[in-house]
């Protein structure tokens, strides 16, 4: 059988993943906090038809000769660069300016986001818009070296009679909540999570990842410390997808998934040439 065939047909499958990577990048043009893949194609390995020669007697040296194979999806590669901002006026909307992500709990586990939509739920806890729950620190807990220990959901608890009238949350992360004994209180801290690689974290729905082997150890802080970023309330991070470059990629991938389809149709008119040569 021709190897083209197999060439063309390795090349539908590397295109349509990349069509599949732009079609998702470009639906989540307007998502809070979602970062945008790009593809990456290597290609496989080659058959050798006659291996490299040595130069000796008189004679130069020759070099291999190798027939590709196809074509393969080396990785889809996240990109992290920072969204652009928007304004909503809402104090529990959060925007991380620079690096780290939100730090947010379900159940035992843990999983991290840039998407800063946040809100209070009805036992006061400032959960996601998917429910999770924001982690933070005590007022005092965070910069020790237990950070990763004392770290726990944020919630208002208020002391016994009194009501909580106003709160802001400050570029540091310092959640500060004014009561109706007119006395301000600091009811928490939000988290900040910084990873050495985040381009190894996992894609897990909802606009969050889990670390991986290759993302690094979460290193778990809040906002200004070290290579973190500050907050800024009242602000959401937008997508990082550039619809520009996206339909530029929609085409490219058309145009390979076509050229691709034209290899296959040339393969099995020769096919069919070679069966008719007796007839």
Known sequence: MLRSLFSGISGLRANQTMLDVTGNNIANANTVGFKASTTVFQDTLSQVMRGAGAAGAGNGGTNPIQVGLGVQVAATRGNFTQGSAQTTGAATDLMIQGDGMFVLGSGNERVYSRAGAFTWD??????????????????????????????????????????????????????????????????????????????????????????????????????????????????????????????????????????????????????????????
């Open 122 to 279: 009805e036992n006061g806890n400032l959960v996601s818009s998917s429910g999770k729950k924001v982690q933070g620190y005590a007022p005092g807990d965070a910069g020790g070296a237990l950070v990763d220990v004392n770290l726990d959901s944020l919630a208002a608890n208020l002391p016994a009679g009194v009501e909580m009238t106003s709160y802001s949350i400050g570029a540091d992360g310092v959640l500060r909540g004014t009561f109706s004994d007119d006395v301000q209180r600091d009811i928490g801290i939000v988290a900040i999570a910084d990873f050495t690689n985040p381009a190894g974290l996992e894609r897990v729905g909802e606009t969050a990842f889990r670390a991986t082997a290759n993302s690094g150890t979460p290193e778990l802080g809040v906002a200004g410390q070290g290579s973190r970023g500050d907050l800024m309330g009242g602000t959401l991070e937008m997508s990082n997808v550039d619809l520009s470059a996206e339909f530029t990629n929609l085409i490219l991938a058309q145009r390979g998934f076509q050229a691709s389809s034209r290899v296959i149709t040339t393969s099995d008119q020769v096919l069919e040439e070679l069966v008719n040569i007796k007839r």
